[in-house]
């Protein structure tokens, strides 16, 4: 039996410069070698608990993939990795490991040092997996043929939809996407910036669920183009509802209206969906000299770090509370900070000011101070009175988050929604009625793309058993 060794060194991710990266769309961080990823592999103890499992919300197989990292069978390794996970090389690039599987590695909490560094590991077996493929122009004559089978529709194609679809084709389903955009993969592709998740890699992960059967369509607006009765005519005998909550969330504040007030939402998916980052394509998108990004999060980290890289000469960022309540993946905090992006805590906008052509030209916040905590668990900010105060911007943009949009849902008649008009559904992810299941961020509210992938799975093993008649609430 082999005795593991204590590694307490973490493997360092290899990354571009700070003063370089903040000035291009290239990915950040550049992957594990074979050298750095069987070295890192090798810090596994492959506990019996096996923890890590338990802190996925999508179950891989973790130890056993490692183990095969470490012993150089990299084909393995991703064969392992796809039993629980089809989309590995997003996995291993935006999931919040540190807060999830991470979080739980004994190494990290016998030692005291950092984990094993699980998504690093995974990121490197995907890209592998895609180098020894070489993938290049989707075939249509690599896909599995399904037609025949039992129809199932899948509205969305983020990260819940794309999951639920691939998991589905795996139980010998005709599953068919329904996408709203022109490009299928939902925040996938217009949310997270190309320097942090680039769109061949989405791009990769697509088609290799096509080849395993799931067909798409573009441009379908289930709501709009179709109704459910209108696809239920059509011969699908149940859906998965994976449209996330995409209607951005604006202060109550003067001057929301000026020009150069916007939402992160827009901005982004301006950016990324429409590649205005990319030079050859006439994309209008806003800029300015001096850019205000209010929120905390990933999506104000993604806005920030997205201006600067348009040519912003300063990118402030303006969040209510302190560093330390921050929401945001720490390393994406870091490597804003790393790039120049300015932080202005336990501060909050009050109102914004415009010149006499209606644009933004300044805001003004207020200081804050924390109290008890409130629902979420952090500290409560409160205004201190008096402490108002001018900056100087030509550009604002909400980062504050989302809620459901309403488009589908109030066109579904008989689907229960709770008072945020999110979808209620039961541990199956079965919705008010029987045959429309749902998950992600149209149930939850915004949250992460981990998560988002796991209510897929979930969803998609309870409409196999509702189509085979073994469904039940117990």
């Given at each position: 039996m082999r005795?593991?060794?204590?590694i307490k060194t973490r493997t360092p991710m290899p990354q571009q410069d700070p003063h370089e990266r903040a000035?291009?769309?290239?990915?950040?961080?550049?992957?594990?070698t074979e050298e750095m990823a069987i070295k890192e592999a090798n810090r596994c103890i492959q506990c019996?608990?096996?923890?890590?499992?338990?802190?996925?919300?999508?179950?891989?197989?973790?130890?056993?993939?490692i183990a095969k990292v470490a012993a150089h069978d990299f084909e393995g390794a991703i064969d392992k990795i796809k039993e629980k996970n089809v989309l590995p090389a997003i996995c291993g690039r935006v999931c919040p490991q540190e807060t999830q599987c991470e979080a739980k590695c004994t190494l990290g909490k016998i030692t005291g040092s950092r984990p094993v560094a699980i998504g690093r590991l995974e990121r490197f077996v995907a890209d592998w997996e895609q180098r020894v493929k070489d993938i290049g122009e989707f075939d249509e004559g690599t896909c599995v043929d399904l037609s025949g089978k039992t129809k199932v529709a899948v509205i969305g194609a983020g990260p819940a939809g794309l999951t639920c679809a691939g998991e589905l084709a795996k139980l010998d389903y005709d599953v068919t996407i329904f996408e709203a955009f022109h490009k299928t993969g939902g925040v996938l592709v217009y949310g997270i910036p190309e320097f942090r998740l680039?769109?061949?890699?989405?791009?990769?992960?697509?088609?290799?669920?096509?080849?395993?059967?799931?067909k798409i369509k573009l441009d379908a607006v289930v709501g709009k183009l179709y109704t459910l009765e209108d696809l239920e005519e059509q011969g699908y005998k149940a859906f998965?509802?994976?449209?996330?909550?995409?209607?951005?969330?604006?202060?109550?504040?003067?001057?929301i209206e000026l020009n150069g007030v916007l939402s992160a939402n827009e901005y982004l998916t301006r950016v990324n969906l429409m590649k205005a980052y990319d030079p050859s394509y006439d994309t209008m998108v806003d800029s300015g000299k001096v850019i205000a990004v209010l929120g905390g999060g990933n999506v104000a980290m993604d806005s920030a770090r997205t201006a600067l890289r348009l040519g912003a000469e300063k990118v402030i960022v303006v969040y209510r509370r302190s560093e330390k309540e921050i929401p945001a993946r720490r390393e994406e905090y870091e490597h804003a900070v790393e790039e120049g992006i300015e932080f202005h805590f336990l501060r909050n906008p009050t109102k914004i000011i415009g010149?006499?052509?209606?644009f933004v030209k300044e805001m003004e916040v207020i200081k804050m101070e924390l109290g008890e905590p409130d629902a979420s668990g952090r500290r409560r900010p409160i205004p201190i009175p008096g402490s108002e105060y001018t900056i100087s911007v030509d550009l604002v943009i909400m980062a504050i988050g989302t809620r459901a949009n309403p488009l589908l849902t109030q066109n579904i008649p008989n689907l229960k929604l709770n008072k945020w008009g999110y979808i209620e559904v039961n541990k199956?992810?079965?919705?008010?009625?029987?045959?429309?299941?749902?998950?992600?961020d149209i149930v939850t509210g915004s949250a992460t793309v981990i998560s988002a992938m796991g209510a897929g799975k979930e969803a998609a093993k309870g409409i196999h058993k509702f189509l085979q008649g073994k469904l039940d609430d117990s």
């Open positions: 005795k593991y060794q204590i000035h291009n769309f290239s990915e950040v961080a550049l992957g594990y019996k608990t096996r923890p890590c499992v338990k802190g996925c919300p999508v179950e891989v197989p973790i130890p056993e993939f680039p769109k061949k890699i989405v791009q990769k992960e697509i088609d290799n669920l096509r080849e395993c059967g799931v998965f509802i994976g449209v996330g909550a995409g209607l951005p969330i604006f202060l109550n504040i003067p001057g010149d006499e052509k209606g199956h992810m079965q919705s008010s009625i029987p045959n429309v299941f749902a998950g992600g």
